[in-house]
Structures are given as C-alpha cells and as structure tokens.
C-alpha cells in the first residue's frame, strides 16, 4: 500500500514538475493560461452551462479558458458570472445564469473581443455567427399572456433589485432617469429598465416585445393566439440569449445551452406527425 502511495506521488510531482517548466517564461498570463489547461480535466463540468457568446465547443472551452475574467469586465450588462468551487461547471469559467442576467447581445460583442485565447470565438462577433442555445417553455400555465393579465409593478421589481448599476432610491422607486454623466454601461442598463416599465399595466407581452434580437426580433420569438390569449412562440432565430428568461415574471423560459431549433423543436413536430 505504502509503494502505491509513493508511486502515486510520484506521478503527481512530475506533472507539477512539467507543468511548472511549460509555464515558466511565459509571465502571469502564461502561468493563468496553463492553469487553465491543467483545472479542466479535474472540473469539467456535471450539467452544461450557458456560455457568453461565441463559447467554442464545451470541450475545448474548458481547456481555453484561463478564467481571467476579461469578458465579465467588459460586459455591459453585467451578465457574465464565473464559476465558483460549489458550481462544478468548469471552475473560474465564464457563464451565464439567465434567471439572474441575460444577455442582450451587445452591438460587436465586446465580452468576445476581450477574450485573449479564443475560448469566445473572435469570429463570432456579429449576431449571424453567434448562437448560444434554445429557448423552451417550461411552465406553460405560468403565462400571463396566455390568461390576459396585465403585468404590474411587483412583477417587474425583480429585474429593478438585480440591476447592480442602479443607486438604491431607484431600486425603491422602481424608477431611473438616465443623465447626461453616466457611463455607456449604466445607460443601457437604465434604458432597458425604462422599456421595461413601459410595459406595465399593458398584457404582458414582455418576452417578445423585449427580445434583443437584431434586426428583428419577431424572427427569434413571437406571440400567437391560444386558447383565448397569447402565448410565446420560439422561433428558428433564437440564439438562446436568456433574455427573454430573465424578464419573463412568472419564469415560464428556460435556455438549453447549445441546443439547436433543429433538436428541440423539429424533432418535437416530426415526433407528434410520426
């Protein structure tokens, strides 16, 4: 037993050993980088996460990602979160968690343009070539659209508390004014609580009307009639943002990270029509 043990230590020395002599020279983004590699194969993942745009393939992801967090500083929407040791999803990489954040597909896409190793594709820095995941409906007698009830200021308070932007009398008020001081990042932020307050008193519509796909955003996700009121449509557009997640009051959404159209809803018309 005592041999094994020694054996066994050995083995873990000389690939500290290795592991070290590949990372020196190579200064702190070396060393992060290498780091990186090495926690991949001790933390990959036990359910999928849903990624920043542009991730490449989980696989490859993990192993590309040095959990610098350059991509969670440059979002201006303070979407992007890293992973934590409790998280078991790749720990210290990006993700997104769309209840708490979602992404809003910001014009050039700067959480892909910060990453300095391609774990977020530079490729996909336009909105044709960025595609996150699917959205599903998970709790269908959850709508509010599908009943006609209007959306009031209690449900829309969720989204007010999250907003880390906000000073703390707006966050009370369930109110912002933008000025002529603040940064590009407080007055997106701002601006999408401004939208979203337009859309109380009124049916709610939310995850349609507020859908951040570019140019249109019908072609991601609409509402059709059903059984006496509206309800979401998930159309072939969608890249599984999390938008429509996050804002939706009554939490009907979810997104399937890295799930196509195809997989979920072609498969499910081809099953009822079989």
Request: aromatic share 6%.
């Amino acid at each position: 037993m005592e041999k094994k043990v020694q054996n066994m230590t050995s083995k873990e020395e000389k690939k500290r050993r290795q592991f070290m002599k590949q990372a020196a020279g190579l200064g702190v983004l070396g060393i992060a980088a290498a780091g990186g590699i090495w926690a991949a194969k001790d933390f990959k993942p036990h359910k999928e996460r849903l990624r920043p745009p542009g991730a490449v393939e989980e696989d490859r992801y993990l192993t590309m990602c040095i959990k610098c967090g350059q991509c969670l500083q440059v979002c201006p929407y303070d979407a992007i979160k890293l992973e934590d040791i409790e998280g078991e999803a790749g720990v210290g990489t990006a993700y997104i968690a769309p209840l708490e954040r979602g992404c809003y597909l910001c014009e050039a896409f700067p959480c892909v343009l910060a990453c300095p190793t391609g774990a977020l594709d530079h490729e996909s820095n336009v909105i044709e070539k960025v595609h996150m995941g699917m959205a599903i409906v998970v709790n269908e007698s959850a709508c509010l659209a599908l009943t006609n009830k209007k959306v009031t200021e209690e449900m829309i308070g969720r989204i007010y508390d999250h907003t880390k932007v906000i000073t703390a009398q707006e966050r009370r008020n369930r109110k912002v004014e933008i000025y002529a001081n603040d940064s590009e990042k407080v007055k997106l932020q701002k601006e999408l609580l401004e939208k979203l307050g337009k859309q109380e008193g009124k049916n709610c519509s939310i995850c349609a009307d507020l859908c951040p796909f570019e140019p249109d955003p019908s072609h991601a996700i609409g509402m059709i009639s059903k059984d006496g009121g509206l309800f979401p449509e998930i159309r072939e557009a969608c890249v599984g943002c999390g938008a429509c997640v996050e804002l939706c009051p009554t939490k009907v959404l979810q997104i399937l990270p890295r799930a196509t159209y195809a997989e979920v809803y072609e498969k499910k018309k081809g099953s009822k029509n079989a």
